[in-house]
């Protein structure tokens, strides 16, 4: 392969390679912390009910 | 500022020490002063110099994320080491496969967005940037 057709694939795939991991990163990262940010406060009002429960 | 890119508790000029980020930053120079040469397995070839242009970028990034404490440039530097590696790796492949240069490139991507992504998924990345 010629090193100008060679370099026009390789950029071809390097941008394409990039644009998978940045929509991996940028999709599935806020995600992650949106769940885990969920369950935190699921667990803290989890907490807080069982003490009322125990007051009464 | 801490993610978990960082060494826990080592501070280096009172900022936070990524390891990976600062090895690739040498291998960032190296690559901006072979492929600037021309001396490279790169050769003469444009994409010898958008390697240059692109670890340049990244090498900048990479210690102006550090020195500015900017998570987001550190981020954006790491994101540019991976890209610079994999064009170099696919262009090798596509010339002197099979190449050990090439092997080396792959696998020093995915160290650099290995660590990208360390520090982007990183679950307690916004408690501390807000």
Same mark, same amino acid.
């Given at each position: 392969m010629t090193d100008q057709l060679a370099s026009a694939v390789s950029t071809l795939i390097t941008a394409i390679a990039t644009a998978v991991l940045m929509a991996a990163a940028y999709y599935w990262g806020p995600r992650e912390r949106q769940k885990r940010s969920s369950r935190r406060s699921d667990e803290h009002r989890g907490g807080r009910e069982r003490e009322a429960e125990e007051e009464d | 500022m801490m993610s978990q890119g960082d060494l826990f508790n080592v501070r280096f000029f009172g900022r936070p020490f990524k390891p990976v980020a600062f090895g690739l930053c040498l291998a960032m120079i190296v690559l901006v002063v072979v492929n600037l040469e021309n001396s !490279?397995?790169? !050769? &003469? &070839?444009w994409t010898g110099d958008a390697v240059a242009i692109l670890a340049g970028s990244s090498f900048i990034a990479m210690m102006a994320g550090w020195w500015t404490r900017s998570q987001l440039l550190a981020e954006v530097g790491l994101l540019l080491a991976g890209v610079t590696y994999v064009l170099r790796g696919t262009f090798l492949a596509l010339t002197i496969f099979p190449d050990q240069s090439m092997w080396f490139s792959f696998s020093t991507a995915m160290i650099a967005w290995g660590a990208f992504l360390l520090e982007r998924l990183d679950p307690h990345r916004l408690d501390s940037e807000k």
């Amino acid at each position: 392969m010629t090193d100008q057709l060679a370099s026009a694939v390789s950029t071809l795939i390097t941008a394409i390679a990039t644009a998978v991991l940045m929509a991996a990163a940028y999709y599935w990262g806020p995600r992650e912390r949106q769940k885990r940010s969920s369950r935190r406060s699921d667990e803290h009002r989890g907490g807080r009910e069982r003490e009322a429960e125990e007051e009464d | 500022m801490m993610s978990q890119g960082d060494l826990f508790n080592v501070r280096f000029f009172g900022r936070p020490f990524k390891p990976v980020a600062f090895g690739l930053c040498l291998a960032m120079i190296v690559l901006v002063v072979v492929n600037l040469e021309n001396s !490279g397995r790169l !050769g &003469s &070839s444009w994409t010898g110099d958008a390697v240059a242009i692109l670890a340049g970028s990244s090498f900048i990034a990479m210690m102006a994320g550090w020195w500015t404490r900017s998570q987001l440039l550190a981020e954006v530097g790491l994101l540019l080491a991976g890209v610079t590696y994999v064009l170099r790796g696919t262009f090798l492949a596509l010339t002197i496969f099979p190449d050990q240069s090439m092997w080396f490139s792959f696998s020093t991507a995915m160290i650099a967005w290995g660590a990208f992504l360390l520090e982007r998924l990183d679950p307690h990345r916004l408690d501390s940037e807000k």
